[in-house]
């Protein structure tokens, strides 16, 4: 069973910086891969929003929301979102998923969500 477990929600202040993590696990087999990685948001009475995808050969996308601001990134079998610059409307619950390669399959999975609130 594969699972994605998010961590670095946290309350800051404008202006300030915040890594999310989101580490990709397996019980009783190998992770072989990540692809079509990802981060998205989802505030209060709002859609969700992707803001940041990440390839397998490492090309990247951004909503022009958190353009020049968030860097998506991955080290082995973790997705990172470093968020620089926080503003207040960049509060919500932020979600990473993934396409993860195991021995036996291939499928999307998303983390559980972590709250990310910017306030003064």
């Known amino acids: 069973q594969v699972q994605l477990v998010q961590s670095g929600g946290a309350l800051v202040q404008p202006g300030e910086s915040l890594r999310l993590s989101c580490a990709a696990s397996a019980t009783s087999e190998s992770i072989f891969g990540l692809y079509a990685m990802g981060w998205s948001r989802q505030a209060p009475g709002k859609q969700r929003e992707r803001v940041a995808t990440?390839?397998?050969?490492?090309s990247t996308t951004y909503a022009d929301s958190v353009k020049g601001r968030f860097t998506i990134s991955r080290e082995k079998h973790t997705i990172y979102l470093q968020m620089d610059n926080l503003k207040v409307e960049d509060t919500a619950v932020y979600y990473c998923?993934?396409?993860?390669?195991?021995?036996?399959?291939?499928?999307?999975?998303w983390g559980q969500g972590t709250q990310v609130t910017v306030s003064s």
């Open positions: 990440l390839t397998s050969t490492g």
């Open positions: 998923n993934a396409e993860v390669r195991t021995e036996t399959d291939l499928a999307d999975h």
